[in-house]
């Protein structure tokens, strides 16, 4: 578990890891399924859906205290808005990356 999050987790639900554990759980799993449908929009030149997706995943790394993740996805958002396939596309390899993290 990324320290961030733990630590940021942790403050949120009092320290009780079991919780913690699940809602890592889930943030892991959000994000893998949000990453292929990106990955699905960029192909697809589908940028209301990758800002979408980019949205989500932003939500749901906050949620989980993972801001670096957060900061990518935002640019996500941007690059979606450009319709820049680019650098999405380059967005999304960060993503990912960083998810090998988790």
Do not use: P
Request: with cysteine.
């Amino acid at each position: 578990m990324k320290e961030c999050c733990r630590k940021y987790l942790g403050e949120q639900f009092a320290g009780d890891e079991e919780v913690v554990s699940e809602i890592y759980g889930e943030y892991i799993a959000s994000v893998k399924e949000k990453l292929g449908e990106a990955k699905s929009a960029i192909s697809g030149k589908e940028w209301q859906s990758l800002d979408r997706v980019a949205h989500t995943i932003k939500g749901n790394a906050l949620a989980a205290g993972d801001e670096e993740m957060a900061t990518i996805a935002i640019a996500l958002r941007s690059a979606a808005h450009l319709q820049d396939e680019g650098t999405a596309a380059e967005l999304v390899s960060k993503l990912e990356q960083l998810s090998t993290l988790l």
